[in-house]
């Protein structure tokens, strides 16, 4: 691309009052970069439109398929070096940004092994802490038996009575115990200003792919994905493409090149 003087303020760019000495900011200055490097070649967009726009609505000749035809080839053969030149542009400006940025990386794997830990962790502590549950649930019903085997065999009423009111608080004592709870109540811990807790979500895991039932999932899939899928199994079949609710067919485009 030919070097350029831009000879206007180009779009998008501030304009500084008299007496701002403040200096331009690194996007100011890349702008005014490319404003230099390619006005001259964005103002070729304009002309290219304007012969659009005044070309037939419809072509009805060969002569004016080939007024399109010019016009097509010249807005294709611009757009390419525009975006190349654009992509030219980006690519090291990117580089650098991601490149000064790369070491923060090391947080994200620092988060997900605090996430891997603390889950193993939780997991157990939560296993535990059921088990201990289960384990005092059972001790309280082997007491509350006992308290009823006792009542029943117990000749002072009065102490019977005591026995079996014994063995229903302990019951109901068991039933509160083996309420169930969940892993963020089992594991939640406050310290340092950290809340650490569990969060249950549902997941899965694909075990035989080809079993998936895609009528289960169909109205969950992206139309844009069928539509990828699909044109890759025409590109490959072609005329033998066999799908049901797809109509399979020859498309004929006009095309343009210079020769």
Same mark, same amino acid.
């Given at each position: 691309?030919?070097?350029?003087?831009?000879?206007?303020?180009?779009?998008?760019?501030?304009?500084?009052?008299?007496?701002?000495?403040?200096?331009?900011?690194?996007?100011?200055?890349?702008?005014?970069?490319? &404003?230099? *490097?390619?006005?001259? !070649? #964005? /103002?070729?967009? =304009?002309? +290219?439109?304007?012969? %659009?726009?005044?070309?037939?609505? &419809?072509? *009805?000749?060969?002569? !004016? #398929? /080939?007024?399109? =035809?010019? +016009?097509?080839?010249? %807005?294709?053969?611009?757009?390419?070096?525009?975006?190349?030149?654009?992509?030219?542009?980006?690519?090291?400006?990117?580089?650098?940004?991601?490149?000064?940025?790369?070491?923060?990386?090391?947080?994200?794997?620092?988060?997900?092994?605090?996430?891997?830990?603390?889950?193993?962790?939780?997991?157990?502590?939560?296993?535990?802490?059921?088990?201990?549950?289960?384990?005092?649930?059972?001790?309280?019903?082997?007491?509350?038996?006992?308290?009823?085997?006792?009542?029943?065999?117990?000749?002072?009423?009065?102490?019977?009575?005591?026995?079996?009111?014994?063995?229903?608080?302990?019951?109901?004592?068991?039933?509160?115990?083996?309420?169930?709870?969940?892993?963020?109540?089992?594991?939640?811990?406050?310290?340092?200003?950290?809340?650490?807790?569990?969060?249950?979500?549902?997941?899965?895991?694909i075990v035989d792919a080809s079993k998936i039932d895609l009528n289960a999932i169909r109205m969950f899939i992206d139309p844009k994905a069928i539509?990828?899928?699909?044109?890759?199994?025409?590109?490959?079949?072609?005329?033998?493409?066999?799908?049901?609710?797809?109509?399979?067919?020859?498309?004929?485009?006009?095309?343009?090149?210079?020769?």
């Open positions: 691309m030919p070097r350029t003087n831009a000879a206007a303020t180009p779009e998008g760019m501030p304009v500084r009052g008299i007496g701002d000495n403040r200096p331009p900011s690194p996007v100011e200055i890349f702008k005014e970069a490319l &404003a230099e *490097k390619y006005t001259a !070649e #964005l /103002a070729k967009i =304009g002309p +290219i439109a304007d012969r %659009a726009n005044a070309a037939p609505a &419809a072509i *009805k000749s060969d002569d !004016e #398929l /080939a007024l399109w =035809g010019k +016009i097509s080839v010249d %807005a294709s053969t611009l757009f390419k070096q525009l975006d190349e030149a654009r992509k030219n542009e980006k690519r090291p400006m990117t580089e650098a940004v991601d490149g000064f940025f790369a070491d923060s990386k090391r947080l994200e794997r620092i988060v997900a092994a605090a996430q891997e830990k603390g889950t193993a962790w939780n997991r157990a502590k939560a296993a535990k802490a059921r088990a201990e549950q289960e384990a005092e649930a059972q001790r309280l019903r082997e007491e509350a038996e006992a308290k009823r085997i006792a009542a029943e065999f117990e000749m002072n009423e009065a102490t019977s009575v005591i026995a079996a009111g014994e063995a229903a608080a302990l019951e109901v004592r068991a039933e509160v115990v083996e309420t169930p709870q969940t892993a963020a109540d089992l594991t939640r811990v406050k310290a340092d200003g950290v809340m650490a807790t569990t969060a249950t979500t549902w997941s899965f895991e539509e990828t899928a699909i044109r890759k199994i025409v590109r490959t079949q072609k005329g033998a493409t066999k799908i049901e609710g797809v109509r399979v067919f020859q498309d004929e485009t006009a095309q343009f090149r210079r020769g």
